[in-house]
């Protein structure tokens, strides 16, 4: 057994004008999945971009909001998944903190609570 700390805030994500946002990669596996612990800080955005494969965005800590491409404001927070499918434009940010584990791959199932 390991314990690993996961909000390491290794680098700064830069691309998209993001502003106040950390990347810390996780883990990788098999078929190009990614695991990335983001902390955005108070005020903090990640751009708008496309999802470059389907992507679940997981709130672990804090809350915030995301918006697609009509770029209405929607909140999140702690327990809060978004699923982007590849291609679709998003953004994100938070007036507080905000803490995510987000896992990438394509061909991603993510199961609604009545599938399990």
Do not use: K
Request: with cysteine; charged share 15%; proline share 5%.
């Amino acid at each position: 057994m390991r314990l690993l700390p996961i909000d390491r805030a290794e680098h700064l994500i830069a691309r998209f004008s993001s502003t106040g946002a950390y990347a810390t990669r996780l883990a990788v596996g098999t078929g190009s999945y990614h695991l990335t612990c983001l902390s955005i800080g108070p005020g903090g955005t990640i751009g708008t971009h496309p999802a470059p494969v389907e992507q679940l965005f997981l709130v672990i800590a804090g809350e915030g909001w995301i918006s697609g491409p009509d770029a209405v404001r929607l909140p999140i927070s702690a327990g809060t998944a978004v699923l982007w499918s590849a291609g679709e434009e998003h953004t994100s940010g938070t007036d507080t903190h905000l803490t995510v584990l987000a896992l990438e791959g394509a061909g991603l199932n993510v199961f609604e609570h009545e599938d399990y």
